[in-house]
């Protein structure tokens, strides 16, 4: 397990989980930069689920309860799990802020029948372009790496969470313009889901979470 990954772009950990949930559901995003992968995103009241595969037999479930504040990782192939609090998580000492500005262009653009705004996100070194919506609840990604938190992980954090907004399509380019990554979302249903869903299965072993890679 210590070999494990998630391997998701521009990962965030938005800590202001406080929100009500207005969408139930579940949303698959497909995921490109190095390489392409998807994930499922399945929300419903104060829980979250995320399933991936990182690598064929390495599929690993993430369940967010925003209530506890608590992250549980769910490795069905060995039936065991970790937990993590999430207020635990802190910042590595010494980081540096930088200017970090968000632009509303007021471009609009429908996608998956959803209307959809365009934000830019201009960093020093790295940018993003953000296609947001509302209707969609919150947003929540894990970043099981403190160390790899950023001032525009926290600008988003701020608009994606306080403002309501949920990104259909994100892109981030470096410093030259050139294309990084894209997440965007492909499918969404909107629909009832089992409550067992948002649960560890009975029978699964509690493991000590391992500590984040050293810098």
């Known amino acids: ?18 929100l009500s949930q207005s969408f139930e559901g579940v949303m698959t995003f497909r995921v490109s930069g190095n390489s392409t992968q998807q994930f499922t995103y399945a929300t419903k009241g104060d829980k979250v689920r995320m ?9 690993v479930a993430m369940i967010v309860d925003t209530r506890t504040r608590t992250v549980t990782m769910i490795r069905d192939q060995a039936k ?13 000492p010494g ?17 998956l029948g959803y209307e959809c705004e365009q934000m830019l996100i201009r960093q020093e070194e790295r940018n993003a372009e953000l296609w947001v919506t509302k209707g969609l609840g919150r947003f929540v990604q894990v970043n099981l790496n403190p160390r790899a938190q950023s001032p525009m992980l926290k600008k988003l954090e701020e608009e994606l969470v306080n403002q309501g907004y949920f990104p259909l399509r994100l892109i981030t380019t470096g410093a030259e313009g050139t294309e990084e990554s894209r997440m965007e979302v ?9 409550d067992e869903m948002f649960v560890v299965p009975a029978g699964y072993q509690k493991m000590q979470m391992p500590p984040p890679p050293k810098q």
């Open 1 to 18: 397990m210590s070999r494990l990954k998630i391997l998701l772009p521009f990962p965030l950990l938005l800590c202001s989980l406080a």
């Open 51 to 59: 399933d991936v595969a990182p690598s064929p037999g390495a599929a």
């Open 80 to 92: 065991m799990y970790f937990e993590l609090n999430i207020d635990q998580m802190t910042l590595p």
């Open 95 to 111: 980081m540096k802020e930088k200017e970090v500005s968000i632009t509303k262009t007021g471009k609009k653009e429908t996608i």
């Open 186 to 194: 492909t499918k969404i249903e909107k629909k009832s889901l089992n």
